[in-house]
């Protein structure tokens, strides 16, 4: 029996969210799109669902379906939904994207806007003019690199921290690999990462700063987030993979910490691994990282050890300072196995407004760390 | 040049991860399960990587590999790690197990072992016996029901719970797309429906729980728990690819709250949607859940309206029972699309220990919800 009609209250406004859905011809695209708008609202039986603003409003509304005309079987499905189905939370924002969707192959997100409620959020709390400014970098390409390897005690990660600033590394973060472990425990090691490289700072003269990685349980998380300000960290690494997305949003939102934030795509790589399902490189690691709060958006560059593409790439650029609201545009953060040969290649496609991440390539070139980064760092001053 | 060898205080405790992967030969395979073990710890070149204690026991050690037997080009392989590089931090065990290789395609995790400090967690507070005893049904299989569609107010919604509780449904929970939107809001519904599951148990003598969705941004969502156990919630439901696992992890360990934890797979899909890479559904809606403190994890059945096969269901009930530490075994709960007329056949693979769960099924035997209901119960009664 079809439930019975009640009036929703509601303002008209409606957001969009664009789906690459692959079917077998136009009539199965136009029934999957519906199957989508269902799902992701009422998740209901089309001939259950309340009629008037039930089934007109908050269901989802299927504006345009158009094939894509560079890959077969493939269509773009422009869907939207009312305002309020996603409320005033992020965490409903992306359940109302990709919630349910998520589980079904053929259907993967391309892109969306936001409602207003989001549109209110702050986004990135520097984003590229700000990290420029606070970095005393106004033009050049950025330069980040990781301390590690794991089991690395902390006097060893600090030293290595101290040579990376004294070459000028902008962005010294640790590995993502590195929490809280015994061999180089959080309190212990941002403390002498923070103060190896304010030291070489004022030796220097550079800006650079320390990002150690605050991931953490999600009852630590901002508590650790505010251990790393007080131990003088410059920023903060998350892997919302592993904290959550809006883990990552409340770090960058808390006026207490204040600090740049750096996206790091640990366990997130299975949203883009399958080309007709999941979540698109320029959404997942350009418009997501910067609903979210992040500065940077770290991701593994084509021509490394991972397998994205040129143009893959090069989407995340567009996503990292496509029109979002208010929001400033990111930095996209490539890396994955970069080298110093690659350097010129690589800005080809990122351009100047990038953040280089280097890691075990700044080992290769001599047993002097700092003038390894030197290197590196006289490269892109040319750049400027 | 490599960098310098240090001791690293170690155990000697290893746990141990399983991939499949797919490659081209045996010799190919071997040398991506390197690149794996690699990626996983140390993630530097192995040439510069510090010989000794990080060479030999922090970087993942590849303990067998074998050709699997039903999967063409894929091999089964099994990389140890060092307890002490995912520490005592699930958000670091996650990290360890498949941070950065959820990039790579044609790498699945399969299955996992807990280090002794992740065993030392919970798990699932109640399980299958607590959640039995809890709902006085010592052997049939469980019945749940989702409060819906987006868009009815608190008063609608609380009259279908009522419905739902004098029918005899144990588990009364919220649609995950309800949150906290102005048609609904948290306080009121949350306060409506446990108010109606608790006056029908008071008539009828059933033991019904009702079970809001309670995923939130980070900085509400333990208050809006607590908040659902003051309103009077019977248990709480919970999507970790909204809020982060450890999240869930955290609402079941809470003492204050006590309550059982329903874990929903919204957002978490794109993990399986690759038979060749992400996380097996054994891991991901089996192994996982129990992890992060799941009593129940729900997942969509095979015949409904999802593309799961027979026999990654059959894998999650086995996931979900799998010997793990000490942790209870959960209660796998199948839906997505599920009828009256499936029950039976769904039980020759979900048998008695399931929690089937049926939303717009419900609805379709006639207008008298609470008599839908009853004939679900009576089917299920028979199945003790």
Redesign the interface.
């Known amino acids: 029996?079809r439930?019975?009609t009640?009036t929703?209250?509601l303002s008209g406004e409606r957001f969009q969210v664009t789906y690459d859905i692959t079917a077998a011809s136009e009539a199965d695209v136009r029934k999957r799109a519906l199957?989508v708008a269902f799902?992701?609202?009422?998740?209901?039986?089309a001939d259950?669902?309340?009629e008037g603003?039930?089934l007109e409003?908050?269901v989802g509304r299927v504006e345009d379906v158009h094939p894509l005309e560079d890959r077969e079987q493939t269509w773009r499905v422009v869907i939207s939904y009312a305002a309020?189905?996603?409320?005033?939370?992020?965490?409903?924002f992306?359940?109302?994207i990709?919630?349910?969707?998520?589980?079904?192959?053929g259907v993967r997100v391309h892109s969306f806007s936001l409602p207003t409620a989001m549109a209110a959020l702050r986004g990135p709390r520097y984003g590229r003019e700000g990290l420029r400014e606070l970095l005393h970098a106004p033009r050049r390409p950025l330069l980040c690199t990781?301390l590690?390897?794991?089991?690395?005690?902390s006097a060893?990660l600090a030293r290595l921290a101290g040579d990376f600033a004294r070459g000028g590394i902008d962005l010294i973060k640790d590995?993502?690999?590195l929490?809280?472990?015994?061999?180089a425990s959080f309190a212990e090691r941002a403390r002498a990462c923070a103060d190896a490289v304010h030291e070489a700072n004022a030796r220097t003269g550079y800006h650079s700063i320390y990002m150690p990685h605050v991931?953490?349980?999600?009852?630590?998380?901002?508590e650790r987030a505010l251990l790393a300000k007080e131990l003088g960290a410059g920023g903060l690494l998350v892997?919302?993979?592993?904290?959550?997305?809006?883990?990552m949003?409340?770090l960058a939102d808390d006026d207490r910490l204040g600090l740049p934030v750096m996206c790091h795509?640990?366990?997130?790589?299975?949203?883009?691994?399958?080309p007709t399902?999941?979540?698109s490189h320029y959404s997942l690691y350009g418009l997501l990282p910067r609903l979210f709060g992040a500065d940077a958006s770290i991701f593994?560059s084509w021509g490394g050890?991972?397998?994205f593409s040129r143009e893959e790439c090069a989407s995340i650029v567009a996503g990292s300072q496509a029109p979002l609201a208010n929001f400033k545009a990111s930095f996209p953060s490539p890396g994955?196995g970069m080298t110093m040969d690659r350097v010129q290649e690589m800005q080809t496609v990122y351009g100047r407004d990038v953040i280089f991440l280097m890691?075990?390539g700044l080992?290769?070139q001599?047993?002097d760390i700092a003038a390894n980064s030197a290197v590196f760092r006289e490269i892109v001053e040319k750049m400027a």
Chains 1, 2 share one sequence.
């Open positions: 029996m439930l019975a009640v929703v209250p199957d799902e992701q609202t009422v998740e209901f039986p259950l669902t309340p603003d039930i409003q908050i309020e189905s996603a409320g005033t939370e992020t965490t409903q992306l359940n109302v990709f919630g349910n969707t998520s589980i079904q192959p990781a590690k390897p794991m089991g690395y005690g060893e590995d993502h690999g929490a809280n472990q015994s061999f991931s953490a349980p999600a009852d630590q998380l901002l892997c919302p993979g592993l904290t959550g997305w809006d883990a949003r409340m795509p640990a366990l997130i790589g299975s949203f883009t691994v399958s399902s999941g979540i593994p050890r991972f397998s994955g890691g075990g080992h290769r001599g047993p």
